[in-house]
C-alpha cells in the first residue's frame, strides 16, 4: 500500500483518532485524508501533470505533511525544501528541479515568496503554478474550502509505492544542495527495520524535531507513525525547553532529534521538572554522537539512545538496537544492515575489503534514486561498479560493528597531517562548559591550516578560556595536533536548513579571517 491509501484507511477505521499534534493543534485521521484530497484536486484543477515537480516550503507542522500526501494523490512528485532555507537554495532547488508548482505561505520566516516567485518566473523558471495563502491547510483555508467543490482526483493517478514522490536536498552544509530522489519503497523497508530495532508499536507516541523533508523526518514523522497508526507531536520551530515541555505533557514514548537538539534538551532545567517516564527511545542522527552525553541522557530520562547510521542519499548502512549492550549502543554505529551489502573503498575504483577502514559503500533496498538529473553529482557518489558512498571514512570490527572516524572531506591539514574535524569536536564537546563545537581550517602561511574550533557555551556558563580549554583536552590525553589552535565562542552556532551546524558558514568566517577578539565571550552569532 501507497501511504496515502494507508492515511485513507485510518480515516475510515479510527477517523477521530489523533494522527498530528502542533502546539494547541491536532489533525486527526479523517481530516489528513480529506484535506490532502482536497488539496489534490485542486492541484489537478490548476493544470500540474502527473509527474510534474512542486515545491513545498512549508513550517514543520501538520501542513507540510498533509501537502506531501496531496502531491502524491494528484500525481506529482514533491521538492521538499526546508523551513530553515535561505533565498539562495530556494530559488537553485526551484531551478534544479524544474518544479512547475510551489506550495508557501506569501512569507516564510524572513523569505517574502511573492517577490521570489516573481523574479523566478521573470528569470524564465518553469514555475507556473504557484498557491501562496497565508493560512495554507490550517483550519477554514480558502484554498481547501475552494476545492471542496471538486471531484476527487481518481485513484489510477495516484503515485505508486516505487515511482518517484519525493525529491530532497543534500543539507546544506557544504554549499548550494544536490536533490536526491526518493521512492516510497525505500521509507518502507526503513520502517520495517526501525520496528525491529526499536520494538516501535500502534500504542508508542512519537515526537519528531527534525525538519520535514529530510531523511531522518521522513521516516520519524511521515512515514514510520503513519504506517502504524500512531499519534506524532510536532513542532514549526524548535525549542529546548518547550521540547520537553511537550515531551510530559503528551506522554511521548519515542523522541527523534538531531545531536544538535539532544545536547540542548540535555544543557535545559526543563529535564529535571518535567516528567519523562513515559518517554523509552531516543533515536538520535545527522551528526556524531558523543558518547558520554548520550550515556547521560539515558541516565537522566531512563530512556534508552539507539541511531541509524547513514545519509540522505544512502540510507542506512547500520543501525544500533534495544538488544545491543551499551559499549556498541553508545560507543559506536551499531552492526552493519546485511541487505545493504556494506563494503570499504579506497576511492571511486572498485577494490574493497569487508572489515578494515575506508569509505563505506552499499548496495542495497535503502538506497535513494541518487541525484536528479545530475551525471557529475552521480559520478561522484558512486563508484564504477555501482557502488554508493557516503563521504564517511569508517571502520568495520570482524563482528561487523562500524565506526566513523572521520569524513572524507572533513579534514584539516595542518603541516600535512590530516587531522578529523569530527575528532576534535568531540574532544572539545567534552569540556563541561561546552554544548557543540565545530572544528574548520584556519588558514596559516606556515602550516597551511590551524585548527579552529567555534563552540556554544551550555547555559549558564559564561565564559571558556582558550588556555583552560587546552589543558583540559592535555590532561584527556588529547594529541597535540588536535587542540584548537584558536577558540571563537558564539551565543549561538549557525544552522544550516537541515538543522546541523552551518560548518560552511564557520569555513567562510575563518577564510576571510572574520574572527572576533576576545573569544572567550560569547559573541552575538549574527
Known sequence: MSLAEVIEEHARRRPQQVAFREGGRCLRWAEYHQRSERLAALLVQRGLLPGDRVAVLLPDGPGVHVAYVACEKAGLVVVGIGARAGASEVRHLIRRSGARGLLSPPRQRHLDLVALTRELREEGAALEHPLLAPRLLEEGDPLLQEAAELPAVPRSRWRKSHEIFLLNSTSGTTGLPKCVVHDQARWEHFHSLALEAGELGPADVFMSVLPAPFGFGLWTAHFTPTLLGAPTVLMERFDADEAIRRLAEHRVSVLAAVTTQFLMMLASPELERQDLSRLRLLFIGGEAVPAERAAEFEARTGARVLQFYGSNETGALSHTTLR?????????????????????????????????????????????????????????????????????????????????????????????????????????????????????PLPDPVFGERVCVFVELRRGQPSLDHTELVHFLEQQGISREWLPERLVVLEALPRSSGGKVAKAELRRRAREGLLRPGAGRPAPPG
Not at 374 to 386: H, I, M, Q, S, Y
Open 324 to 440: 545491543d549492550p551499551p559499549e556498541v549502543r553508545l560507543h559506536s554505529c551499531g552492526r552493519v544492515i546485511p541487505s545493504m551489502q556494506v563494503r570499504l573503498f579506497d576511492g571511486p575504483e572498485d577494490e574493497w575489503r569487508p572489515s578494515g577502514e575506508g569509505q563505506p559503500g552499499c548496495k542495497g533496498p535503502l538506497l535513494s534514486r541518487g541525484y536528479w538529473e545530475d551525471p557529475e553529482a552521480n559520478r561522484a557518489l558512486f563508484t564504477r561498479g555501482g557502488w554508493m558512498l557516503t563521504g564517511d571514512i569508517a571502520r568495520i570490527d570482524e563482528a561487523g560493528v562500524l565506526r566513523v572516524v572521520g569524513r572524507a572531506a572533513d579534514f584539516i591539514i595542518r603541516g600535512g597531517k590530516n587531522i578529523s574535524a569530527p575528532a576534535v569536536e568531540a574532544a572539545v564537546a567534552s569540556h563541561p562548559a561546552v554544548a557543540l563545537a565545530a572544528a574548520v
